[in-house]
């Protein structure tokens, strides 16, 4: 099926969005940077179990990770023992909580009277204490999007987690750097009813944030996790979107991920498969004299084994497309277009648990597993006609769990599609990560105290806020006769408060937005640092300019002399000799150029005028407007020939 | 606290804690379960939790309505039956209360004990792995709240355990006051004929990154797999979840406020660590005997603890003197205190008050030879504390003078080396 062919209305589409946005303060419980780096420093390990919620129930997610028993090696260099957990958490960052509620009044969201944090279990390593922190600050608001209006369900403050660096058997390396960067969350309720949608929605909301001028820019710092169902099929959470405009790939990828599953049910229910019977065998026997590289190699280590089920009733559900082994994907990839099935599920579920692959029978022969192979595999599992089986190689008690998850997952299939939380991958296609975590997972964080949130604070915010962006667009269009594209990539780029400020001085916004716009980031290309060109810097120059000390061409330069030699503007105009001339002297020089260039005047005749102004530029750039040095040359040329 | 106009009104509707209940204010409606009333929280403002887990405070003014939707449900806790495998030791597991065994306390919003010592062992399950289990909760306190009674009862419960079969006895407790305690059971029970393992845990039970699951595992292992017969605390080795350290209980020292290897052994090295695979003794220990475990428990409790500092008011030390038995001070350098309060340290040691001298350093042993303030003290009278802890000395005055009142022979005893709180001399690449 074409993706582009899909009614979704029809599908009854529901997305929601859930976007990170990581603010440009301190860290949210501690004095640490908010900054990330490169550097190792002292290395510890930890490791996480689940444990009681107030509630007195462990939350599913939760269990789901510790089965898989890792270790966590945590990077530490310039992060604090709050970020190792060893202190607790300092007073929450109180820049981090305005800019919440900046938010949340752009998004006339409700405010609570007194925010409290809560301990979030994540047992996954990317939290040192092994769980979130995160507060709830307000609710039930709104944004309009192209009309639509949005309803916004909460609005939180939290903090980021660890970054991941790297991922080995039965081992996660983690960098503390990132871990307690202050996040906003804005979620969304789940109306929106298109993959398009979704991306202008998020794209909105992020323009939203960046108006408060309070938030990080650049690569991961902004993040969404997208929340997708359609009829028949359930609700399934992506994490970790970084590209926006990804994001409609993925909801396309998911329902058609959907789409397939709900095939299989319905497969599975016409065949009459009320429930999964299974046999698990150890089957290494079988296969102990194996030519398939794969199999041989995990065997032949001690304590190793093959071990396989047989699901009753599965044949052909597991899909042939697709093979579960990474190496082998690839090939196949390149003949057919991966189509989702059940065999990429069952895979994704055993690799949670600790094993690398699957293999299963709508793949075969494959792996060089022989035909001989395959028939003794079917005939130690009791294979008939119509069932399925699926095998996997390694550490018993591993293998075993694994083919546990993969049962039960195969349960899950005959009643619809899973709950799932699936991490996103590059390619626009998700993995699974582990079950829809449930409300359990949360208790009062009691090291922090309740925040009131009382009405003077909430007075200095509405003071202080933020144009909402498509306003302030519109206002500068207007105002500055700029076009949409300058306004909006001034506002993008974080100029548009430096623009306005010097713009209402001295007017002159098409110089200034070039300056802005064009000038510093070509100087940056020529590798000056443009981070000496302040905004004092600026404004000087432009009030120098309004005061016709030099002429606007002469802008480009004198920033460049500025940055490169830290000198002020008065030095670097005398420096430049570009100190603005009269136009009697501009005409001297002129006069001293036809003079000289006699022959060519002589032969082009008025074409001489294109060559004779790049001379006199060469001579006069800076010192007066390139418009008098054409009018003058024009003139005098004509005087000439006449 | 709530207001007393907010617990009417919560009680007009009776409205509990668990209720399930809707308030509408200022044209807001929330929905959500009433939770306890955090300490911090603002006298007006009711927590709830809201359907998706997230608590918050709504203020509740006298226009707001309360309505209760749906009350509490009682859930019961499932009681599980502790597995007994006859090949395996048994261990006496004493819960005292603190850190180790604690949850959250919503009258304070912070960590208190709440656990049962049975809880403890079905929240750490491979400890059955390793031993059979006997759990009790003696008392529970916080251990900022632990006395001489406390130690009595406890060093009684501990023999009567190793009395009656146990091949050691773990105590989790709170990691504030553990030293005070590991020196009290050292000098009270003798002949040990287990080892008796206090422990405890710097990140609370309730946490996925807790350590009390790891110090516990390691405290079995050590039960199980040893012939030690000494009273020692085990505790995190170092930040990593990678090893304990076994302290001697009348040398070891909390020396950080908040990281999970915060005790030390303080003038000697620990005896040994507890890896995943195997146990490293790295000094010698007292093993076992063979024989029935005897509690000499009496103690002195009116002793003092000071700590010197310049400027210190004679007056200050004197009400101390007046009212106590014994005094532990911890003086500045070698042993030292201001020349005034010599003379206040004479006449009180005249009047029959035993008093110690040990150092704020920690590190190194008093020695009051070397300078005329020293000398002075001596003259006075002041008994040398040699290396041992300020807080050891202290413990192991009360129990001296439990046992004599006869100033020479409580002068021998303090200098006497009795559990291993006295060294007798250092080599330079001993200090841990």
């Not at chain 1, 939290?158 to 790297?166: N, V």
Request: hydrophobic share 40%; proline share 3%; charged share 30%.
């Amino acid at each position: 099926m074409n993706e582009h062919d899909i009614d979704y209305s029809k599908l009854n589409l529901k997305v929601g969005l859930e976007i990170h946005q990581q603010l440009d303060t301190h860290k949210l419980f501690c004095d640490c940077e908010s900054k990330l780096n490169e550097k190792k420093g002292i290395v510890f390990l930890r490791r996480l179990r689940p444990t009681q919620s107030e509630m007195g129930e462990i939350d599913r997610a939760a269990v789901a990770e510790a089965q898989k028993k890792l270790c966590f090696y945590y990077q530490t260099a310039d992060t604090c023992l709050v970020e190792a957990d060893e202190e607790p958490p300092h007073a929450a960052n109180d820049e981090a909580i305005d800019i919440t509620l900046e938010a949340s009044f752009m998004s006339n969201a409700k405010i609570v009277d007194e925010v409290h944090f809560m301990r979030k279990v994540v047992i996954d390593g990317s939290n040192t204490a092994g769980f979130q922190r995160t507060a709830l600050v307000a609710l039930d608001g709104f944004i309009e999007v192209n009309g639509k209006k949005i309803g916004i369900s909460t609005i939180c403050l939290e903090e980021d987690a660890a970054r991941k660096i790297e991922e080995k058997k039965g081992e996660v390396v983690y960098r503390l750097d990132r871990l307690g960067i202050p996040l906003i969350e804005i979620a969304t309720l789940p109306q929106i009813r298109s993959p398009n949608e979704a991306k202008e929605v998020a794209e909105y909301i992020g323009s939203l944030l960046r108006a408060t001028k309070k938030v990080k820019r650049g690569i991961g710092t902004i993040r969404e996790d997208v929340n997708i169902s359609i009829a028949r099929g359930a609700r399934v959470e992506i994490k970790g979107v970084q590209e926006l405009k990804m994001i409609p790939k993925y909801i396309e990828e998911e329902v058609a991920r959907q789409l397939g599953l709900i095939d299989v049910k319905n497969e599975l229910e016409r065949r009459g498969i009320k429930n999964v019977k299974t046999r698990v065998m150890d089957i290494s026997s079988v296969l102990k004299n194996t030519r398939s590289a794969i199999i041989k190699n995990i065997l032949s280590k001690t304590g190793r084994k093959v071990i396989g089920i047989r699901l009753v009733g599965f044949e052909a559900l597991l899909g042939s497309k697709f093979c579960a082994l990474p190496k082998a994907k690839k090939e196949k990839e390149k003949k057919s277009p991966v189509k989702r099935r059940l065999g990429a599920e069952f895979a994704q579920y055993a690799k949670t648990i600790g094993i690398e692959g699957i293999i299963h029978s709508d793949e075969m022969p494959a792996y060089g597993i022989t035909i001989e192979e395959i028939k003794n595999i079917k005939s130690a599992l009791d294979i008939e006609e119509g069932d399925a089986f699926v095998i996997a190689a390694g550490e018993e008690e591993m293998v075993r769990n694994a083919l546990n998850a993969v049962i039960e997952r195969a349960k899950q299939a005959i009643y619809c599609v899973p709950e799932e939380t699936r991490d996103a991958q590059p390619d626009g296609t998700t993995t699974y990560s582990r079950p829809l975590p449930g409300k359990e997972r949360m208790y009062p964080e009691t090291d922090i105290k309740p925040i009131r949130i009382d009405q003077k604070r909430i007075e200095k915010i509405k003071l202080g806020l933020p144009e909402l962006p498509e306003r302030k667009m519109k206002r500068m269009v207007e105002t500055y006769k700029l076009n949409e594209q300058q306004a909006e990539q001034l506002i993008d780029e974080n100029l548009d408060i430096i623009f306005e400020q010097i713009v209402n001085k001295y007017g002159m916004a098409a110089v200034i937005s070039r300056t802005l716009l064009n000038t510093l980031p070509e100087l940056k290309n020529e590798g000056i640092d443009v981070n000496k060109i302040s905004v004092d810097v600026l404004d000087n120059v432009f009030s120098q300019l309004h005061q016709k000390k030099f002429a606007k061409e002469a802008v480009p330069e004198l920033l460049f002399y500025i940055a490169k030699h830290d000198a002020d503007v008065y030095k670097a105009v005398k420096a430049l000799k570009i100190e603005k001339l009269s136009s009697e002297e501009a005409e001297r020089i002129i006069d001293a150029i036809l003079k000289n260039k006699k022959e060519l005047i002589k032969d082009k005749g008025m074409s001489a005028l294109s060559p004779l102004m790049g001379i006199a530029m060469k001579e006069l750039r800076g010192k007066i407007d390139g418009k008098i040095i054409n009018e003058i040359l024009k003139e005098k040329l004509k005087k000439k020939l006449s | 606290m709530r207001t007393l106009q907010l617990k009417k009104s919560l009680k007009a509707v009776n409205a509990e804690t668990g209720d399930t209940i809707e308030i509408i204010s200022d044209g807001k409606a929330y929905a959500g379960i009433l939770m306890p009333s955090h300490e911090f929280s603002g006298e007006d403002i009711l927590t709830i939790k809201l359907p998706n887990g997230y608590n918050i405070g709504v203020k509740i003014t006298p226009k707001t309505k309360i309505k209760v939707v749906r009350k509490r449900t009682s859930k019961e806790k499932k009681t599980k039956k502790i597995p007994f495998d006859k090949k395996k030791p048994t261990i006496a597991v004493i819960g005292t209360g603190g850190t180790i065994a604690s949850y959250v306390d919503y009258r304070t919003g912070a960590v208190h004990p709440a656990l049962t010592a049975q809880d403890l062992i079905f929240s750490v399950p491979e400890l059955t792995d390793i031993c059979n289990v006997k759990a009790k909760v003696l008392f529970s306190v916080l251990s900022e709240n632990m006395q001489v009674e406390y130690w009595q009862k406890l060093a009684k419960e501990v023999a009567n355990e190793l009395n009656n079969g146990a091949k050691g006895v773990i105590i989790p407790h709170g990691t504030d006051t553990l030293g005070y305690t590991s020196s009290a059971l050292s000098f009270m029970l003798q002949d040990l004929n287990g080892a008796v393992i206090l422990v405890g845990s710097q990140r609370s039970s309730d946490r996925p990154s807790s350590d009390a699951n790891i110090n516990l595992i390691a405290s079995a292992k050590l039960i199980a797999e040893s012939d030690l017969g000494e009273v020692v605390v085990v505790m995190h080795g170092e930040t990593s979840d990678s090893y304990c350290t076994i302290h001697r209980g009348t040398r070891v020292r909390k020396m950080h406020s908040s990281r999970r290897d915060a005790f030390k052994s303080i003038n000697e090295g620990p005896i040994g660590k507890i890896m995943a695979d195997r146990i490293i003794f790295s000094q010698d220990y007292g093993r076992k005997s063979s024989g029935k475990v005897k509690v000499k428990d009496k103690m002195e409790s009116d002793v003092a603890l000071i700590y010197y500092y310049p400027g210190m008011k004679i007056e200050h030390f004197n009400s101390i003197a007046e009212r106590s038995k014994g005094i532990v001070i911890a003086g500045t350098g070698l042993g030292h205190v201001s020349t005034d309060m010599i003379k206040a340290i004479g006449k009180a040691i005249k009047r029959g008050v035993h008093i110690v001298m040990t150092t704020q350093c920690l590190y190194g042993r008093v020695n009051m030879n070397v300078y005329s303030t020293g000398r002075d003290l001596i003259k006075a009278g002041i008994i040398s504390g040699d290396d041992m802890l300020p807080e050891t000395a202290y413990i192991k005055l009360m129990w001296v003078l439990g046992q004599t009142q006869e100033q020479e022979e409580v002068k021998r005893l303090m200098r006497t080396n009795l559990v291993g709180e006295i060294s007798e001399g250092r080599s330079l690449d001993e200090r841990a």
